[in-house]
């Protein structure tokens, strides 16, 4: 067997990560530790690169850390987002970096804060949402970064999101139907009255997005699955609402595109399949893309560039070894290595995530991947099913230190995109309304029945674990399939979904209609709602939890967990108890993290017989 991988190597802090140039190339900004906690880091960039020996920390976080940064377009403030303890009221931050005088630029309670554009005609100017009041709502203020000035420009009447064009004017709104779905409405300047350019239906919801106005102004890039089973890359011209297909593929939704600075015309894009898979529609960037490809053998994720286009940020993920990032000059078409994520991992052997699909019970095909410990035959082993959470998202291929951790201890991990996860089609997330602990589920032990036919997993020591969504289902399956399961893994599920319906964040209004067609409504469906949730099955449940959440979380609040808690220690199950007092839906701090990783660890291996680390 392999040598073990220290927690902390997994799970700890990155010593990098995140690289961000400024809009004039000259100053490279990124997140790394300092004195154990996430902060902002920037250096200078000249002739010969990123001048290492000239990098200062801009922020002073003492608490949760820095994860979210963006550049101004003057390139002299860089800004930040920052919760309280894990609750998601995002205020925003910046640092002046000629002066490195630090403001909240959001000083409020209670409210959230969302970037909303940031633009080069307008360099020191930044759009942001804030819903000081209605807490349900964003309004959009316009936000003047040499006095801290904030304006209200838009009260928001009920839509869900914006869109400004190249001149920084609000052009583009999503607003709910009652049915789930939504209309795109625009308007030709930022002073003329809203109009409905297309409706995007319930089903087609997920599938679909706008990415953003061409630099004229004339036209929509977006992604829409109106006539097609797939999100496809159109362009919508906002005068006649005329679409042009641009990119489509029968098996995937087009995942993303990346677009010249100022034309706004794609020019690469990215469809997830088991790989990513990239399509050069401009011919311009054509060789950049294949001197990037040679650069490593992992798949390249975008990371932005400067305003002259001169400098790409590109960060490969494998799954096998840590992010790398690289600075790509279009000149030379020549790579320079930045830094890795994290580079202690390359001491040890990783194991490879290996797609694999099966066809479920109802002959529906489903895709995933498994993670098989190293050195160890692939038969009879002890098995981990992770669910991811959502369930509006998806597995991807890359590195994962879950999937690392698992199969470095000796597990077969096991991760479905199970149906309802997007990525695969409007059809694939459709099967899984109002399919939670049903159809949903079944995708999950019908994998299990896979690996087992295939000899890979010892059917008497599988687990199901997961957060959020994942730690609903490993809920379900101890409560409503506990002869599959040896063990379950909890992180943030919910128990009960009319109560998790009934107390969902007061901003997320605006998608509650799409929210009931995927789960179910509690107004008219509680008794549906109760069937399907794992608190009204307790007294089924035969085999022993784990069980953590965070004291703040906005999403799944930690009553779903008590309330479980409670019938779980009245009825004399086995279980454990895990409360966060100082997070959110998921843990952030370091400490927070390594606490769990070492009960979790020490769970599985007293219940299916892995190694743990002391």
């Not at 961000?20 to 000259?26: A, L, N």
């Not at 630099?215 to 999100?231: K, P």
């Not at 496809?232 to 677009?259: H, Y």
């Not at 994962?400 to 997007?422: F, H, K, M």
């Amino acid at each position: 067997m392999t040598e073990l991988i220290p927690r902390e190597t997994l799970f700890g802090n990155p010593e990098r990560v995140s690289p961000r140039i400024s809009p004039d190339g000259t100053r490279l900004a990124w997140i790394e530790p300092y004195e154990g906690v996430l902060n902002l880091w920037v250096a200078p960039i000249g002739a010969a690169g990123v001048s290492w020996d000239d990098a200062t920390v801009v922020t002073d976080d003492r608490d949760r850390g820095i994860r979210v940064l963006a550049w101004a377009q003057d390139s002299r403030h860089l800004m930040y987002l920052q919760d309280a303890g894990g609750d998601e009221n995002w205020r925003l931050y910046d640092v002046d970096l000629e002066t490195m005088a630090r403001r909240d630029l959001t000083p409020f309670e209670g409210i959230q804060a969302r970037i909303i554009a940031t633009k080069k005609s307008h360099p020191g100017e930044v759009l942001v949402g804030l819903n000081r009041d209605n807490p349900q709502l964003h309004d959009v203020y316009r936000l003047t970064l040499e006095s801290g000035e904030l304006v209200k420009e838009i009260s928001n009447p009920g839509y869900a999101g914006w869109l400004t064009d190249e001149d920084m004017a609000v052009r583009v709104a999503l607003s709910p139907l009652p049915d789930g779905g939504f209309d795109l409405m625009v308007r030709d300047t930022g002073e003329d009255e809203w109009r409905t350019l297309l409706t995007i239906s319930a089903d087609d919801a997920t599938s679909s997005d706008v990415l953003s106005f061409s630099g004229d102004g004339r036209s929509l890039l977006a992604v829409i699955a109106d006539g097609s089973d797939t999100g496809r890359l159109v362009r919508l011209d906002v005068a006649t609402g005329e679409v042009t297909e641009l990119l489509s593929d029968p098996e995937a939704d087009v995942a993303g595109a990346m677009l010249h600075p100022d034309t706004r015309e794609p020019q690469i894009v990215e469809l997830l399949k088991d790989r990513a898979e990239y399509h050069v529609l401009d011919p311009s960037v054509e060789a950049d893309f294949k001197a990037i490809r040679e650069l490593h053998p992992g798949d390249p994720n975008f990371n932005g560039r400067d305003n002259a286009d001169e400098t790409w940020l590109v960060a490969f993920t494998d799954d096998a070894g840590p992010v790398r990032f690289f600075s790509y000059d279009r000149t030379s078409r020549t790579g320079s290595f930045l830094f890795e994520s994290r580079p202690e991992l390359n001491r040890f052997e990783l194991a490879s995530m290996e797609p694999f699909s099966f066809t479920a019970r109802d002959g529906l095909v489903i895709h995933g991947y498994v993670t098989f410990p190293p050195g160890l035959p692939r038969t009879g082993l002890p098995a981990v099913l992770n669910v991811h959470g959502g369930p509006q998202a998806r597995d991807v291929w890359g590195f994962d230190p879950e999937a690392q951790w698992l199969a470095n201890r000796g597990y077969l991990c096991i991760q479905v995109n199970y149906r309802g996860s997007t990525g695969y089609g409007k059809s694939f997330v459709a099967a899984g309304d109002r399919e939670w602990g049903a159809k949903m589920h079944d995708d999950l032990l019908d994998a299990v029945s896979y690996v087992v036919s295939r000899g890979w997993a010892d059917p008497d020591r599988v687990a199901i674990y997961g957060g959020s969504y994942g730690g609903y289902a490993a809920l379900v399956g101890a409560a409503f399939t506990p002869d599959v399961f040896r063990c379950a893994v909890d992180i943030v599920g919910p128990s009960n979904l009319k109560t998790l319906l009934d107390t969902i964040p007061p901003y997320w209004a605006p998608m509650k209609a799409q929210l009931y067609k995927r789960v179910g409504n509690p107004e008219t469906d509680e008794e549906f709602l109760w069937s399907r949730s794992p608190l009204s099955r307790v007294s089924d449940i035969r085999i022993p939890l784990l069980i953590a959440q965070g004291a703040n979380d906005p999403r799944v609040k930690q009553a779903e967990s008590e309330q479980i808690v409670a019938a779980l220690t009245a009825a004399g199950i086995d279980h454990e108890y895990m409360l966060f007092p100082d997070e959110g839906h998921g843990f952030a701090k370091p400490q927070n993290r390594l606490k769990f990783y070492a009960a979790a660890e020490r769970f599985l291996a007293k219940h299916l017989g892995g190694r743990f680390e002391e």
